[in-house]
């Protein structure tokens, strides 16, 4: 039986024998990599304000939901949010902030929660790493503050956090940000959505149906 | 100024009065021009049919022929682009260094016909007179082998007489496609008559283009269809004045 | 229902060819206008979008220098990948064709005591034919994307590498779902049968414990798998199971995390016809309390490394499946996908197909367009398509000239006696007198010729041919030239 390992070497030896005839300079031919063509925008323009407008922008054309406050009215935010929701049941990371879960409804903090659990709540609160004001995209990281993949993935409500000092403008300026390579992101660019109907945009297949994002004025 | 006249195999024989319109109307722009007896073809039905060895002996022969010529003008958008974009990989592969050089040296006095009186010559009133409704059909090998961009609608929107119709959904292929119009020649037709929607929606006289090829596709289902549209190449219009009309070419 | 529910056949080994096989597409005026409506819808948004990016040709440039560059070094790329992927606790596996994949996926399963698994669509799976293989095994297999449940439900194979279901529209979606969901009731709204495929599937998530997907992106640099997609099954297959397979193509790699800059601009662009699609996961190895702790990735050669041994075809792997060039193929839109007889339908499809088989089946594919180049153009990648079409239609004909079968055929026949004839201006000018002969047979009254036999009757099945003029030009030009030595 031929084993996994003889399966590698056959592919290698392959693959070694086709590109054993390109020429390289040095004996790496990675160091070619630094050498490619990047004559894209690698960063925007745009003023501040007109950023974080861009990024509402392109959030509501997606039909995501953004309100704007600044650090000190953002629980008076989140709890507008919350309430305008007719949801009562939410799920939260370990790591978010305590003020940010605030009273008049039912918090269940992320402690190895099942995935029953998990589908019982109504929504989810979280932070984020970045958001890309072009193209409208939330990128989550998975750290404490933003939880586990699942809990942004089951229950149907997804209220995101997002300082201005989080947004860039253009998706290389995202990747610029990026100081650890991440083992796990999640790039957010709206609801869940289909069109294999006809080509017919129905939002919400599976994912959060409904995506609301705050913008804090810092 | 003095250019050679490559006149095209499929033209030469199927097509004579686009070669006698392309004559007067260069003459008539005080060109002097010669015609080279020994042409042939370039080659390019062999090369996009997979014949590969015929096709490099055709070209090899097509650049001996045009060493020593000023300019070689070719009223046919697709022979430009095999020599543009063929020629080099067939000579890479199987020609020689020499070859190589002459080829490179011809190169840049290949010219379509278009191209020919807007870059070279510099015009693009020709003073051409064609009272009729004209839509223009641009060829996948002019719009996207060789750019020809906009130079077939400067030079039409010189013609007197000429009423302009656009022509939806320009970009997309006539299905013809060369050996593709018999080989896969139900696909062809599908193509065909949904671009013939676009051309007859323009309630012209006359469809034109710079390429007999795709006009022989278009003017053969019309001329099937008796429909009430005619294919012309553009050489054709451009040639006709009142004096000389088109009919004088025919 | 679509008469292309009858038995089209996606392996190129048994297909028909090209001209036969998309004659019942032809005969569909349902299909061809369910094709077209989809094609525009993408073709317009991704054109707006194009117009609105001002650095597009620049991605473009980056984004097939960065795929030629990983696959000029795709050995090493491929082996950092295994040591970073490994190191993240992933285990990775090397599968030399569909069957040693399809061997591997199964045993992978069969250790976790899987019995059901839960798939996003990856077009991978279905060129190895591993949904079949699996089921003969005993094993369930579900479909998660829209799409593909329609297909899977509806017994029907994929037209279209991004959207699959192209070719079939609401009213046959209501058919299908209303028969095996048993849901009568269903109107054939997209909302309600959306709706429909979300209930239907959120019990399987929960609680299938095997997924298998396939992979946008391998990223060398962090041993991370990407995945694009729109509707949440993909996360929710890659997030909820406890065993999580991946089968990837080996020319996916690309060599560092920040490639993804240009890729994801360019994907979402020329796929969708989307700034940036919802959902882009990527994920390393296993992340203790967070998804799948038993990690697996299966990559696969399956005649890929040969392609790669060519200068001139190896760009065919820079391929990101973004299906923008079958939007573009004039081709495909009045044939639709299945005509190609593949997995991989379009422009791409006629030239990865024959490649993958090394040549030995789809031979019709090369031919299967005009040449015309749109694809081209579109292309993220900047596949030179039409360039690598000529090249394998020369590959075609050195295999069949040799054939005796071949020797006599009409078109091959005439298309050496033309290069004979082209070699040697008598014997063109010969030719052209003896045509002219010949075409005056069958030219009728009105200087037309409306039916010819062999292969000018494939022309004349449409369209007519003008008579042969009885002047060539250069017999014209000779009358003159001596008409104004002898001074008239």
Not at chain 1, 68 to 87: F, G, M, Q, V, Y
């Amino acid at each position: 039986m031929r084993t996994s390992q003889s399966g590698r070497d056959r592919v290698l030896d392959r693959i070694r024998a086709a590109t054993a005839t390109i020429a390289r300079d040095g004996a790496d031919g990675r160091s070619a990599y630094v050498d490619l063509p990047r004559e894209y925008i690698n960063r925007g323009n745009l003023s501040h304000a007109a950023k974080v407008a861009l990024l509402i922008e392109r959030l509501r054309e997606y039909n995501a939901e953004v309100s704007e406050c600044t650090p000190s009215t953002l629980t008076d935010a989140i709890h507008h949010k919350l309430a305008a929701s007719n949801r009562r049941r939410f799920v939260a990371p370990p790591g978010l902030p305590s003020a940010w879960m605030v009273p008049g409804f039912d918090w269940k903090i992320d402690d190895e929660l099942s995935y029953e659990q998990i589908e019982g709540v109504d929504g989810v609160v979280t932070g984020s790493f970045c958001a890309v004001a072009d193209s409208g995209t939330i990128a989550l990281h998975h750290s404490p503050i933003e939880g586990r993949r699942v809990l942004t993935l089951l229950p149907d409500w997804h209220l995101c956090i997002v300082y201005t000092s989080q947004v860039v403008e253009t998706l290389p300026e995202y990747f610029a940000r990026v100081e650890k390579l991440p083992t796990l992101v999640t790039w957010i660019s709206g609801p869940s959505a289909t069109a294999d109907i006809e080509m017919t945009r129905i939002k919400g297949v599976h994912g959060p149906r409904h995506l609301n994002v705050i913008l804090v004025q810092d | 100024m003095r250019a050679s006249l490559f006149i095209t195999c499929y033209n030469d024989t199927l097509f004579p009065e686009t070669g006698r319109a392309v004559v007067s109307l260069l003459e008539r722009l005080g060109v002097t021009l010669d015609f080279h007896s020994q042409q042939t073809c370039c080659g390019q039905m062999h090369a996009n049919t997979g014949f590969r060895a015929e096709a490099f002996s055709q070209a090899k022969r097509l650049v001996h022929l045009y060493a020593d010529a000023e300019n070689v003008v070719i009223p046919s958008s697709s022979c430009v682009a095999m020599i543009r974009d063929q020629f080099p990989g067939l000579f890479e592969d199987l020609g020689s260094e020499t070859l190589r050089r002459e080829f490179s040296a011809l190169l840049p006095r290949i010219h379509e016909l278009s191209e020919f009186l807007v870059d070279k010559l510099g015009v693009e009133d020709v003073g051409a007179y064609f009272p009729h409704r004209v839509t223009y059909h641009a060829s996948c090998h002019g719009l996207r082998a060789i750019h020809l961009g906009d130079r077939p609608f400067r030079l039409l929107s010189k013609v007197r007489g000429l009423d302009l119709a656009p022509l939806p959904n320009l970009d997309r292929c006539c299905g013809f496609g060369g050996t593709f119009s018999v080989k896969n020649a139900e696909v062809s037709s599908a193509m065909l008559s949904v671009k013939l929607q676009d051309v007859f929606s323009t309630k012209a006289e006359y469809c034109t283009a710079l390429d007999n090829s795709c006009l022989m596709h278009l003017g053969g289902a019309m001329h099937r269809q008796y429909a009430g549209m005619k294919t012309i190449h553009m050489a054709l219009i451009l040639a006709s004045t009142e004096s000389t009309p088109m009919e004088a070419f025919q | 229902m679509s008469k292309i529910a009858e038995d089209p056949v996606l392996d190129p080994t048994i297909a028909l060819p090209f001209p036969a096989a998309a004659l019942p597409a032809l005969r569909d005026p349902q299909l061809r206008k369910n094709v077209a409506h989809a094609i525009d819808v993408i073709q317009e948004k991704r054109g707006k979008l194009v117009v609105e990016k001002s650095d597009w040709q620049a991605l473009r440039v980056s984004a097939a220098a960065i795929r030629t560059h990983a696959l000029e070094n795709l050995g090493s790329y491929l082996e950092q990948f295994e040591a970073r992927c490994t190191a993240a606790g992933g285990h990775v596996h090397w599968a030399s064709d569909a069957g040693e994949a399809r061997q591997l996926i199964l045993e992978i399963l069969r250790k976790e005591g899987a019995d059901e698994v839960i798939k996003i669509k990856t077009m991978t799976s279905a060129e190895i034919q591993l949904n079949p293989f699996l089921e003969a095994a005993g094993l369930s297999v579900y479909e998660t994307d829209l799409a593909e449940i329609i297909l899977q439900l509806g017994h029907q194979e994929p037209s279209h590498i991004v959207v699959p279901a192209l070719h079939i529209n609401r009213s046959q979606v209501r058919e299908i779902f209303a028969q095996s969901m048993n849901r009568p009731d269903l109107p054939d709204d997209p909302q309600a049968l959306t709706a429909a495929a979300r209930e239907y599937l959120r019990r399987k998530f929960l609680q299938v414990p095997a997924a298998i997907s396939g992979a946008n992106f391998l990223i060398a640099e962090t041993g991370g798998v990407v995945i694009v997609e729109s509707e949440g099954n993909g996360r929710m297959c890659l997030t909820l199971p406890r065993t999580l397979i991946t089968l990837a193509g080996i020319e996916k790699v690309l060599p560092c995390f920040n490639d993804l800059e240009v890729m994801l601009q360019v994907l979402a662009r020329s796929a969708t016809g989307e700034r940036m699609n919802p959902y882009t996961s990527l994920w390393s190895g296993v992340t203790p309390g967070d998804g799948p702790q038993n990690f697996h990735v299966v990559l696969l050669d399956n005649g890929r490394s040969s392609i790669l041994e060519k200068a001139k075809e190896r760009q065919t792997l820079r391929c990101i499946r973004c299906g923008a060039c079958m939007n573009a193929c004039p081709v495909y839109r009045q044939t639709g996908g299945h005509a190609y007889g593949s997995v991989y339908p379009g422009p791409i499809g006629a030239i990865l197909t024959p490649q993958l088989m090394q040549m030995r089946h789809a031979q019709s594919l090369p031919y299967a367009s005009s040449l015309c180049g749109a694809c081209y153009d579109v292309c993220p990648v900047k596949i030179n398509i039409p360039e690598i079409l000529i090249d394998l239609r020369a590959q075609v004909v050195d295999q069949e000239r040799r054939s005796l079968g071949k020797f006599f055929d009409p078109l091959y026949l005439g298309l050496r006696i033309a290069a004979l004839l082209f070699s040697r201006a008598r014997l063109f000018h010969l030719a052209q007198k003896f045509g002219r002969i010949a075409a005056g047979l069958f030219t009728k009254r009105d200087g037309w010729i409306h039916s010819m036999p062999s292969v000018g009757g494939k022309w004349t099945q449409t369209r007519d041919l003008r008579g042969l003029p009885n002047q060539t030009f250069r017999e014209w030009w000779q009358t003159r030239e001596a008409d104004r030595r002898r001074g008239r």
